[in-house]
């Protein structure tokens, strides 16, 4: 049995059957949860985490993941998919890796580049600084949404919560954010689920216009600065996260964001090329 075979045995959570996969002769097979359904797709986090659940089950791969690249290339439709992985260039210290997800022998849906890298003892020194937030236990929850993968959060605004009201106002306001994020049901971090909520904030766009347009994720790059160690020592359920974005243009905009450690580490940075339309 797989690590993350006994994972769900164990468990029963909801977001390791959403992202549950099985190995074929030459292909994995994974298959899109309603649990983990936005408003045409399944959500981008849940994807890009069971791409990654594929490969650390993958038995030649070694180390931890270190970056993670997702290309959203075409709609993945509800039901099964299969994901095309290989090992593409190996060292002694870093695997490259690519993936592709397809349905129903179709063209590739996904395209995805990963990154594993043994990590070992050095130097340590981190710049950046904690967004120092209200307790998690202080704030209350954030609504519950249509979409069925927002309901599987515990999102907790410290500032920047979302305004769909379309309020005129004089000049946009900006984009940034500042939350707590756990599963509703809460779930020990781990690799997969610093994957998944590195696509958990809301679309930027909707915060600058305070209204729900269009939307879709086209690119998405998240590094991981923690391996499993590390995450097993901070035994923890939620993060603080932020999220901000420097630009809209011409039916593009960027999204950037930070996942930390109650304790003030930095486990994992975000990035992210956006389609919209208003």
Not at 58 to 79: E, K, S, Y
Request: one cysteine or more; charged letters at 20%.
């Amino acid at each position: 049995m797989t690590e993350s075979a006994e994972m769900l045995t164990k468990t029963q959570h909801l977001f390791d059957d959403a992202t549950r996969v099985s190995a074929g002769d030459s292909r994995w097979r994974g298959q899109t949860s309603d649990d983990y359904w936005a408003f045409v797709g399944p959500f981008g986090g849940a994807t890009a985490a069971t791409i990654l659940r594929a490969l650390i089950d993958h038995p030649q791969r070694n180390g931890d993941p270190l970056a993670l690249t997702v290309n959203f290339c075409a709609p993945i439709a509800q039901g099964a998919f299969d994901l095309d992985v290989r090992l593409v260039k190996a060292n002694r210290s870093t695997q490259h890796w690519s993936v592709e997800l397809s349905q129903d022998g179709a063209e590739v849906a996904t395209f995805a580049t990963a990154v594993f890298a043994e990590r070992r003892a050095s130097w340590s020194h981190q710049l950046a600084q904690f967004p120092k937030a209200k307790p998690f236990e202080q704030i209350l929850p954030y609504p519950k949404v249509a979409a069925s993968w927002v309901k599987q959060y515990d999102f907790r605004f410290v500032e920047g919560d979302p305004d769909s009201s379309g309020a005129a106002q004089g000049a946009p306001p900006n984009a940034f954010s500042k939350l707590w994020i756990g599963d509703r049901i809460p779930r020990k971090i781990d690799m997969l689920s610093l994957m998944a909520m590195s696509d958990a904030f809301f679309a930027r766009v909707f915060h600058a216009r305070r209204e729900l347009v269009p939307f879709g994720t086209v690119s998405l790059t998240t590094y991981f600065h923690a391996d499993t160690e590390d995450l097993a020592a901070e035994d923890i359920s939620r993060v603080v996260a932020v999220a901000d974005a420097r630009i809209f243009h011409k039916s593009y905009g960027d999204q950037t964001g930070e996942l930390w450690s109650p304790k003030g580490r930095l486990l994992a940075t975000t990035h992210q090329i956006a389609y919209f339309k208003a």
